[in-house]
């Protein structure tokens, strides 16, 4: 079992042999944003975001020993009828990397800011940019939460169909596609309270921050936004709130079982104008019956003046659903293998975590 | 001709980046940038965004004055001007 941490200081891979250690370093000092790894473990792509000289993408063939730099995904030039577009034609970042599928071997799909998809068909060599999406007249109402512009964080490709793809985007909404990027239908049910009344319902400016999607169940999908936790039990089409869970329903990240769409974890924070652990205490939320009842954990997580926020992509599952892990932006990562009730602290000095996955 | 030179945060990006100062015929910035991605291709990417425009944090000089336009790389350049290209300060 493997664990792929990607930082603002390079990428990490963790190695449970016995106990967990750090099996690799690779790009160190450079931030990476975004990595994957497909189902076999030999091709791995990680994205960089370099301050000075802007995103790139390299790849691994042989399981992270070599790597190469492919062509990042980019923007054609702007043409003149976009010169209204208010958001700018250059890649900012990889926010998202996902979507190896048996049965579309080779397809990549890439989310970044300033919210272009990409889609490579020869992992990560070469790329291009889903027009559809980009096109999308909606498209220009989204609008950035956090960064500048707006950004595609979840690319929750269905395990039953490789062409039936949800993204989420902050702060755009939840999008489906069922013909591979062809045609996108946006979302409803999600509520905004950031927006004024008339616009609270709009589907295309919601924020959800980050979208999950039980593989084993690939109808069921949960996210946690903005404003709370919701679930869509039709393959993320329609969403519905979920409430109750405490001490809060604010946060960033989410994960749902492999095999058990009933439960899912959320990691919550005080609320959106203190972005804080609820009385600096590090806890995790989970249901385990799809969100009628809650329950708080937080045994080996740090119970006082403990500030940690973990962003997006900071929890994660493993593929059998034994492990969870769990990583924060001031560089701490836990793991649980109980399924969330009691963790244990890796390490408390890692650059600031922006990813955390398995590899099978 | 017009020289050009590369400091050491830019040469590291790609062994292909000339270490010493080289001289091109070119009548523009942006022509004489092109010739140096002839040679290395990749460095594109890394001192241009994806609208062609200079990079933000990357810093382009013309007889030691920074070029604030960074779209305007049909600045023309003149036999004797010298073109400094470097990593901006910015970062933590």
């Known amino acids: 079992?493997?664990?792929?941490?990607?930082?603002?200081?390079?990428?990490?891979?963790?190695?449970?042999?016995?106990?967990?250690?750090?099996?690799?370093?690779?790009?160190?000092?450079?931030?990476?944003?975004?990595?994957?790894?497909?189902?076999?473990?030999?091709?791995?792509l990680a994205a960089l975001r370099l301050g000075h000289f802007g995103v790139k993408l390299w790849?691994?063939?042989?399981?992270?020993?070599?790597?190469?730099?492919?062509?990042?995904?980019?923007?054609?030039?702007?043409?003149?009828?976009?010169?209204?577009?208010?958001?700018?034609?250059?890649?900012?970042?990889?926010?998202?990397?996902?979507?190896?599928?048996?049965?579309?071997?080779?397809?990549?799909?890439?989310?970044?800011?300033?919210?272009?998809?990409?889609?490579?068909?020869?992992?990560?060599?070469?790329?291009?940019?889903?027009?559809p999406l980009w096109h999308e007249p909606r498209r220009r109402l989204w609008f950035g939460g956090g960064y500048d512009h707006p950004g595609i964080h979840s690319i929750c490709v269905s395990p039953a169909d490789p062409d039936d793809i949800v993204v989420g985007v902050s702060c755009g909404g939840s999008w489906r596609t069922r013909d591979a990027g062809a045609s996108w239908v946006v979302a409803t049910g999600m509520q905004a309270s950031y927006m004024p009344p008339e616009r609270q319902d709009d589907p295309a400016i919601q924020d959800p921050?980050?979208?999950?999607?039980?593989?084993?169940?690939?109808h069921v999908l949960w996210s946690q936004h903005h404003n709370g936790i919701f679930r869509s039990d039709d393959g993320g089409s329609l969403w519905r709130r979920i409430s109750g869970a405490q001490p809060s329903d604010f946060g960033f990240a989410v994960a749902v079982h492999p095999g058990d769409p009933e439960r899912a974890w959320f990691v919550p924070l005080a609320s959106d104008q203190q972005r804080v652990p609820v009385d600096a205490r590090v806890t995790v939320s989970t249901t385990g019956d799809g969100g009628r009842s809650w329950r708080s954990a937080g045994a080996g997580l740090p119970a006082a003046d403990a500030y940690h926020l973990v962003y997006r992509h900071g929890l994660a599952i493993s593929g059998d659903g034994?492990?969870?892990?769990?990583?924060?932006?001031?560089?701490?990562?836990?793991?649980?293998?109980?399924g969330g009730s009691r963790w244990t602290l890796f390490s408390a000095d890692l650059p600031s975590v922006y990813a955390v996955g398995f590899i099978a | 001709m017009v020289r050009l030179e590369f400091a050491p945060a830019i040469q590291r990006l790609s062994e292909r980046v000339p270490r010493a100062p080289l001289d091109v015929d070119a009548g523009t910035l942006g022509a004489a940038l092109d010739a140096v991605f002839a040679a290395a291709p990749s460095?594109?990417?890394?001192?241009?965004?994806?609208?062609?425009?200079?990079?933000?944090?990357?810093?382009?000089?013309?007889n030691g004055t920074l070029m604030l336009d960074r779209r305007n790389l049909q600045r023309r350049v003149a036999a004797g001007d010298r073109i400094f290209v470097a990593q901006a300060l910015s970062g933590g």
């Open chain 1, 1 to 44: 079992m493997k664990l792929s941490v990607c930082t603002r200081k390079g990428l990490f891979v963790v190695e449970r042999a016995g106990d967990w250690r750090i099996a690799s370093r690779h790009f160190i000092g450079q931030p990476v944003t975004a990595a994957l790894v497909d189902p076999t473990g030999s091709t791995w």
């Open chain 1, 59 to 131: 790849r691994s063939v042989d399981g992270g020993a070599h790597w190469e730099e492919v062509a990042a995904p980019a923007y054609g030039p702007r043409p003149d009828d976009a010169s209204d577009d208010p958001h700018p034609w250059n890649v900012d970042q990889i926010w998202a990397l996902d979507g190896v599928h048996p049965r579309a071997p080779g397809r990549v799909w890439a989310g970044t800011i300033p919210g272009g998809l990409f889609r490579s068909d020869d992992l990560g060599a070469s790329w291009s940019l889903n027009q």
């Open chain 1, 209 to 218: 921050h980050r979208i999950v999607r039980c593989a084993g169940a690939p």
């Open chain 1, 322 to 338: 034994r492990w969870l892990a769990m990583a924060s932006m001031t560089g701490s990562l836990w793991m649980s293998d109980d």
């Open chain 2, 43 to 62: 460095l594109r990417g890394y001192l241009l965004d994806d609208q062609g425009g200079v990079r933000k944090h990357v810093a382009v000089f013309v």
